[in-house]
């Protein structure tokens, strides 16, 4: 009886070392698949100089909802999230600061920030300034107005007064619509103010920002849009393109795995 007792332990015994064994191998090759796909996911920035070691320092002027803009104390918007995520595929801290439009260019060439994004679109004469990243965004134009305005196409704002933010691919356009008057602004909010008092009769504007300002703002409408088939890039000092290149490797992973389309749809959902 005891060696039968015996002989059904040294089983179990068996049976529990080799479940062990098993267990343990498929933990160790979990592991070692988790490792491997952190690796290859890995950015290479043992060649890459920032101002700050550590961090990412990003300029945008934040008035240009939804892609960058102050919500209370806190600078939000899609540009901001897709900054986050980039920094965090380099293994960067983000420093996201505010400054105005007009020296956002100069800045990013004299070394104040790593560089910039504030909805810039990629230009033939922007190019000869700095350097770009791919692309990240398309867009086109539009003119928002009134909605009791009437005001549907370029033909009808013939003979009024469009504002638009100065240096913006918007006042370009506005600008060559015939028999219209351009106002131009050092900020887009003071144009949607101007429009709401009816001081001028359109604002004129990557066509995104329209759609975000008619969704706050019930008595405002989209007239109509230029197709303008613009793209907007990570604007960068001519002589790092490292950083040009792990930018754009960090793009490519985030829009790789899922990231592009999650930042997207959480700000652009509720405009389609």
Not at 204 to 216: E, H, L, M
Not at 237 to 254: G, H, R, Y
Request: charged share 25%.
């Amino acid at each position: 009886m005891k060696k039968k007792l015996l002989i059904v332990l040294v089983v179990i015994i068996v049976m529990v070392s080799s479940i062990l064994v098993s267990c343990a191998k498929k933990t160790e090759t979990t592991t070692q698949d988790t490792t491997a796909a952190n690796q290859a996911q890995k950015i290479d920035m043992s060649n890459v100089k920032t101002l700050k070691s550590g961090v990412l320092t990003v300029g945008s002027d934040c008035t240009w909802p939804p892609m960058e803009y102050v919500e209370g104390d806190k600078i939000v918007g899609f540009d901001v999230d897709l900054t986050t995520a980039i920094a965090e595929r380099l293994g960067l801290k983000l420093d996201y600061q505010n400054t105005a439009w007009d020296g956002l260019f100069p800045a990013v060439a004299a070394h104040k920030f790593d560089m910039v994004i504030s909805s810039i679109t990629i230009t033939d004469d922007r190019k000869k300034e700095m350097d770009f990243s791919d692309p990240y965004y398309n867009t086109d134009q539009s003119a928002t107005v009134k909605k009791d305005s009437g005001i549907d196409s370029a033909e009808k704002l013939s003979g009024k007064i469009a504002g638009a933010q100065i240096g913006t691919t918007g006042e370009l356009v506005a600008k060559e619509m015939s028999g219209v008057e351009v106002k131009t602004y050092d900020d887009i909010l003071m144009a949607f103010e101007d429009l709401k008092a009816g001081r001028i009769d359109a604002v004129v504007c990557d066509s995104y920002v329209g759609d975000a300002y008619v969704i706050k703002n019930t008595d405002l409408q989209v007239g109509f849009k230029v197709v303008t088939k613009e793209q907007l890039g990570i604007g960068f000092a001519k002589d790092t393109p490292e950083l040009v290149k792990v930018v754009n490797e960090a793009l490519k992973s985030i829009k790789d795995d899922g990231t592009y389309d999650k930042i997207y749809n959480t700000w652009f959902a509720v405009q389609k």
